[in-house]
């Protein structure tokens, strides 16, 4: 049983930093990509960033140059180093994964992922 566990998040000002982590457990396959996303109340949930096994990334345009996606392999942690926050950046921020990956590509797509973590609340003050 795939298990992910975000933390993390929190309130934040404006200009701030803050830092989400998401735990990943019960499986060992060596093929497999992760990713964050958001959702706010009303939208679909928004491909933020994404990591393949490699080391690879994709960003949204929304976010590239001020969050930064990691992962590390042996902890099985994937993080979103999030900087510059704004308050569009408001919304629940979920963990997902693609176990084992897909070679369709679309990094950015919730419908590529097949494990979800619960999510974690990020609220950015102006």
């Known amino acids: 049983q795939v298990q992910l566990v975000e933390s993390g998040g929190g309130p934040v000002q404006g200009g701030g930093s803050l830092v989400l982590s998401c735990a990943a457990s019960?499986?060992?396959?060596?093929?497999?990509?992760m990713g964050w996303f958001r959702q706010v109340p009303g939208k679909g949930r928004e491909g933020v960033a994404a990591?393949?096994?490699?080391?690879?990334?994709n960003y949204s345009d929304s976010v590239k140059g001020r969050f930064t996606i990691s992962q590390d392999n042996a902890k099985k942690t994937l993080y979103l180093q999030m900087n510059s926050l704004k308050p569009e950046d408001t919304a629940v921020y979920y963990c997902?994964?693609?176990?084992?990956?897909?070679?369709?590509?679309?990094?950015?797509?919730?419908?590529?992922?097949?494990?979800w973590g619960q999510g974690t609340q990020v609220t950015v003050s102006s």
């Open positions: 997902a994964a693609r176990i084992p990956a897909s070679s369709s590509g679309g990094y950015l797509g919730a419908i590529m992922y097949n494990y």
């Open positions: 019960g499986y060992t396959y060596s093929s497999y990509y």
């Open positions: 990591i393949r096994r490699d080391g690879t990334t």
